[in-house]
Structure formats: C-alpha cells, structure tokens
Nanobody
C-alpha cells in the first residue's frame, strides 16, 4: 500500500506563486512516476505535470513555462512550483504515484487564485 499526502495549497492573488509538496510512503518501487493533477468544479481531472524517477518531465499545455515539477527520490517527495498563477488555475490539486500499472492518490489540496 502507498499513501500520498499533499501540502502547500491556499489562497493567492493572480500573478502570485505557490509551492505544493507531496510526500509518499509505503511500498514504493524505485521506478515510478509522480505527478500532479487538478480538478476544477464541473471539470474533469487533468494532468498538470509528471516526473519519472529518472527525472523525465511532462507538463500540461496550460501550465508550461509557469509551473515546475521536481522530486527528491531519496525522500519520495514531489514538489510543484507554481508561478504567474491565474484564476483559471483554481482547483483541487492531487498528487499521484504511479507504479506497476496502479495509481495511488493523495486527498487533494485546494488552490484558489483570486483576480
């Protein structure tokens, strides 16, 4: 079993920055992908950014050049640095750890960007 816990959400004005963190624990394989997804009210959950244990990254089109994902393999943590935030970034942000074809989710953290 794998558990993921997010932190760092909150309220910020447009143009501001936030840093999300996620710590995973449990039976974690050395080869995995950690990612951030988000879900806004009335919308489907979408990929924000992902990073493999080898460091390969992938970003959603709407956050490229504004968000940066990073990870510490030794601590099984992943971070999401969010800059130039826009009201459209308002959503619940979920951390996930993917391994062996399974996806383990955190409980989510709210990010609200005011205009």
């Amino acid at each position: 079993q794998v558990h993921a816990v997010e932190s760092g959400g909150g309220l910020v004005q447009a143009g501001g920055s936030l840093r999300l963190s996620c710590s995973a624990s449990g039976s974690i394989n050395r080869s995995n992908t950690m990612a951030w997804y988000r879900q806004a009210p009335g919308k489907q959950r979408e990929l924000v950014a992902a990073i493999t244990s080898a460091g390969t990254t992938n970003y959603g089109d709407s956050v490229k050049d504004r968000f940066t994902i990073s990870r510490d393999n030794g601590k099984n943590t992943v971070h999401l640095q969010m800059n130039s935030l826009e009201p459209e970034d308002t959503a619940v942000y979920y951390c996930s750890l993917q391994q062996f074809g399974l996806n383990y989710w955190g409980q989510g953290t709210q990010v609200t960007v005011s205009s």
